[in-house]
């Protein structure tokens, strides 16, 4: 059974672009979530989604960030325009249930220049 | 304010020791503590977690403790192997009444184990 997946494995781009980064959940979880790791600091919660409803966002950064989850399956998480700040790796996890282990990608790392 | 603290960023033992990994928090409400291991340019892997309401949970070579009056957990190594190193992170987490199960992270501490 494939784990969790996620595209680009790595991406770097010039300030004020645009990068879409792509999260699919292990098959038949429901919670999804990203989190995201700076410079070797600890791994910070952004958000989270059961199935398609975003149940807290509240360590989202900035309005700069936006994740979708369309139709509960694979989710994007967009930062529009990117800021030197926003480097780093960005993790995405899922679960069956709130409860259940929670099982993380390998991580998309983005390079702001 | 970070709630979860491993204040030791890195730890060096040798092959067939002990390795004793730190953890504090400040949330009396936490309900679980889990620790993830993670090797370079991979995601993070759940190890062990222990609930709240106990004080040990032990599975093979890995044994958490914890200790709620003084808001601190630990993780033991018995005996430590070469492929044990990696980067440990401690998290916590909350399941009750309007939460939504996420993890809160202590900033890893990084094991080097040599053979």
């Known amino acids: 059974e494939a784990g969790v997946t996620q595209f680009p494995s790595h991406s770097v781009i010039e300030k004020g672009q645009t990068v879409t980064l792509r999260c699919d959940p292990i098959s038949g979880h429901d919670n999804l979530y990203w989190y995201r790791r700076v410079m070797g600091k600890e791994i910070k919660f952004l958000l989270h989604?059961?199935?398609?409803?975003?149940?807290?966002e509240s360590g989202m950064p900035n309005n700069r960030f936006l994740a979708e989850r369309t139709g509960g399956t694979y989710s994007t998480l967009k930062v529009q325009p990117a800021e030197l700040e926003d480097s780093g790796v960005y993790f995405c996890?899922?679960?069956?249930?709130?409860?259940?282990?929670?099982?993380f990608g390998e991580g998309s790392w983005l390079t702001v220049v | 304010d970070q709630q979860v603290k491993q204040n030791s960023p890195s730890l060096s033992v040798q092959e067939g020791r002990i390795s004793i990994l730190n953890c504090d928090y400040t949330?009396?409400?936490?309900?679980?503590f889990l620790w993830y291991k993670k090797y370079p340019a991979e995601g993070p892997t759940f190890l062990i977690s222990?609930?709240?309401?106990?004080d040990k949970n032990e599975d093979g070579r890995f044994t958490v403790f914890l200790n709620k009056s003084a808001k601190h957990l630990s993780l033991h190594i018995v005996p430590s192997q070469p492929g044990d190193s990696a980067v440990y992170f401690c998290?916590?987490?909350?399941?009750?009444?309007?939460?939504?199960?996420?993890?809160?992270f202590g900033q890893g501490t990084t094991l080097q184990v040599k053979p």
């Open positions: 222990i609930s709240s309401i106990k």
């Open positions: 949330n009396s409400m936490f309900d679980y």
């Open positions: 996890a899922s679960s069956l249930g709130a409860g259940n282990t929670i099982y």
């Open positions: 998290a916590a987490q909350s399941l009750g009444s309007g939460n939504t199960g996420k993890l809160i």
């Open positions: 989604f059961v199935k398609e409803s975003k149940q807290d």
